[in-house]
């Protein structure tokens, strides 16, 4: 009855006459009609018994290369399908499960495969959307060649391909602190003969009256307050805001998915200019990196940006400083006041601290014009407290947005090494 059931309405409409003419021939009495009968009725099973025989045959493998590829690029899928039966196959019919933001299911028609004979088959991939697909699993239907009988029988599981962000080039570094090549900082540590190493900026409305170092005040005609400057070491935090209430649009064009992009191109073009990069999140998740091991390789980074979904968090709660000590730049969604007074209570005033602030009206025009004046506000705030900030909008190039954050690095902490030093 199994057999039977591969049927197909051709089939089965071919066995039902064949019983009506059987039936008719012995109403009749005639041995030619029964004989014609009988044969119309044993050929639809034979079509379904040879290929369920050659269904169980079929072997297929999948390789996918390579397994990680970047948004836009292109992998390739190979099958290879082989024939183990003892009778030939042939009408196979074969598709591939491709999600969405892979592109289309690929279908193949193989005509006949013979018997321990190895086929193989190629398609390419163009990931639209970073994330963790899966290609999978292969559908192999099986046909007679008069189309009386069919099987559907899964070949092959599925096969993990991790899509990672697109990188973009930067070039540059934010000047100043921690920032700079390793040759700046150990000219830092240098300075000083025979006191201690110190950097200076100008005075902030609130900064303590001690720390004004008067030598360079009475140099450059301003109070500049003397910072106490620890060693280079040059980790750098990044901090990747991804609440779903921070950002607007959907898909490959949503703010979220330009937030992430700029976050793996921030961590690469660091950690390739030597320095150790530590990745989190606004509720202080640590995705990846550290400052005492090497988990903040490039592979590590990209996975866990691939694999990260949004957070359902509304207001941005680090609960404590997001930096860990080291200086900090900051991929923002939509920031408001609120957000930006926490930022900054939690934040030392003597640790530079970079942010790009998305404008994501621009990602969804027509949106709530609070947001924008929230955000505006916000990046005052945090202006005024020292931090660079760049605001980004979806026709900006990372490489200019990466750009002008190394300027806003450089006239926002306004660092100078005082006395012989770094100016």
């Known amino acids: 009855m199994k057999v039977l059931a591969g049927l197909t309405t051709r089939g089965r409409c071919l066995m039902a006459a064949g019983l009506a003419a059987g039936v008719c021939s012995l109403v009749l009495n005639e041995r030619d009609l029964l004989r014609i009968a009988v044969f119309v009725v044993a050929l639809p099973v034979l079509a379904a018994v040879l290929t369920s025989r050659s269904r169980v045959g079929l072997s297929a493998t999948r390789t996918v290369l390579p397994d990680r590829v970047p948004v836009g690029s292109t992998a390739e899928v190979r099958i290879d399908i082989r024939s183990d039966g003892r009778l030939p196959t042939g009408g196979l019919l074969l598709e591939d499960g491709v999600p969405y933001a892979l592109g289309s299911r690929p279908r193949f028609v193989l005509e006949r495969l013979p018997r321990h004979h190895q086929v193989p088959l190629r398609y390419q991939l163009r990931p639209v959307l970073r994330g963790v697909q899966h290609v999978g699993p292969l559908l192999g239907r099986i046909t007679d060649p008069f189309g009386m009988a069919e099987f559907d029988r899964e070949l092959a599981g599925s096969t993990r391909l991790v899509v990672v962000p697109r990188v973009h080039q930067l070039t540059g570094l934010p000047g100043g602190a921690g920032m700079g090549a390793g040759e700046e900082g150990a000219v830092r540590l240098r300075s000083g003969q ?218 926002g902490g306004a660092i100078t090494v005082a006395e012989g030093g770094i100016s």
């Open 194 to 411: 025979g006191e201690d190493d110190a950097v200076v900026r100008q005075y902030r409305h609130g900064d303590d009256l001690r720390k004004v170092h008067w030598r360079s005040s009475a140099r450059r005609d301003e109070l500049m307050v003397r910072l106490e400057e620890k060693p280079w070491r040059g980790g750098t935090t990044v901090l990747l805001d991804h609440r779903s209430a921070a950002h607007r649009g959907t898909g490959p064009t949503s703010s979220l998915e330009w937030a992430i992009s700029m976050t793996a191109s921030v961590c690469l073009h660091l950690h390739r200019q030597g320095h150790q990069v530590r990745l989190v999140t606004e509720d202080g998740k640590v995705l990846a990196g550290g400052f005492a091991d090497a988990g903040h390789s490039d592979v590590v980074v990209l996975d866990a940006l691939a694999a990260l979904h949004s957070s359902h968090h509304r207001d941005l709660v680090c609960g404590g400083d997001p930096g860990n000590g080291q200086e900090l730049i900051a991929i923002l969604g939509a920031a408001n006041p609120v957000a930006a007074t926490e930022l900054m209570r939690l934040r030392p005033r003597v640790t530079r601290s970079l942010a790009v602030m998305l404008d994501v009206t621009a990602w969804a025009p027509g949106a709530d014009t609070t947001v924008a004046t929230e955000m505006t506000e916000a990046a005052r705030l945090l202006r005024g407290s020292g931090w660079g900030v760049v605001i980004a909008k979806p026709d900006m190039p990372m490489g200019v947005v990466w750009s002008e954050l190394c300027r806003a690095g450089t006239r």
